[in-house]
């Protein structure tokens, strides 16, 4: 059986679920304000390997939300997973954020846009179909009352914008799936084991989170 350690940071949620062969048998996760992944991750490691009985050298692989998302929320997730995977000896697999949280639409048809928000009326989005297939890939836009202006089919929206997007995207067709708020390292678990069957690895030692934007560093009003 394959054990695999799922860590997602990329937002305010910091998420860490333990799956077997694809199933998360336990998760934990806590959504604070301030981003509180630097103190908290390590702990919910700890608690969910506990939970399921289970010790590190169980895992057969860590898996990381790749971005985009927070830069200092990937960097966190990120560094933790590379020294798991470091003195575990064990591969790492990055797994793509939005995808992750498309996932989280259980429809039939229509499309899924994740979206994540970035800053003013800027999020980064992309889009798939209801059977989980990339149809656009990640990109950093502007959201309009014109976005996404010609899609005919039903679309659902997942993500943490609805509050600044849905007065802008009011079309018939757009759906909102307000409890589908943050990614969740549930939803990486069928994800990660599929890449460690394909034995999709990324490079401990070089692999960098997908921050999509570069990293602004702004002035303390303080």
Do not use: W
Not at 7 to 17: G, H, M, P
Not at 28 to 43: D, I, P, T
Not at 61 to 77: E, F, M
Not at 125 to 144: H, V
Request: hydrophobic residues 45%; proline residues 3%; aromatic residues 10%.
């Amino acid at each position: 059986m394959s054990f695999i350690l799922n860590i997602e940071t990329a937002t305010k949620n910091c998420s860490v679920a333990l799956a077997k062969d694809g199933q998360t048998i336990v998760c934990l996760e806590v959504a604070e304000e301030g981003y509180s992944h630097a103190e908290k991750l390590h702990v919910l490691i700890e608690q969910v390997l506990q939970k399921a009985g289970i010790t590190f050298h169980d895992l057969v692989a860590i898996a990381v939300s790749q971005g985009p998302g927070s830069y200092t929320g990937l960097r966190i997730g990120v560094s933790a997973a590379k020294g798991l995977c470091y003195a575990l000896n064990i591969p790492l697999l990055a797994i793509d954020t939005l995808q992750s949280l498309a996932s989280q639409a259980k429809i039939t048809e229509g499309i899924v846009i994740p979206m994540l928000d970035a800053r003013r009326m800027e999020v980064y989005s992309a889009i798939f179909s209801a059977d989980g297939k990339r149809l656009r890939e990640t990109q950093a836009e502007i959201i309009t009352d014109n976005s996404f202006a010609d899609c005919t089919m039903p679309v659902y929206f997942v993500g943490d914008c609805a509050a600044k997007c849905k007065p802008l995207l009011q079309q018939y067709n757009f759906i909102f799936l307000e409890n589908s708020f943050f990614p969740s390292a549930n939803e990486m678990s069928a994800l990660s084991f599929d890449a460690f069957q394909k034995k999709e690895f990324v490079d401990v030692a070089y692999f960098e989170p997908f921050y999509l934007k570069d990293f602004i560093v702004t002035a303390s009003k303080k």
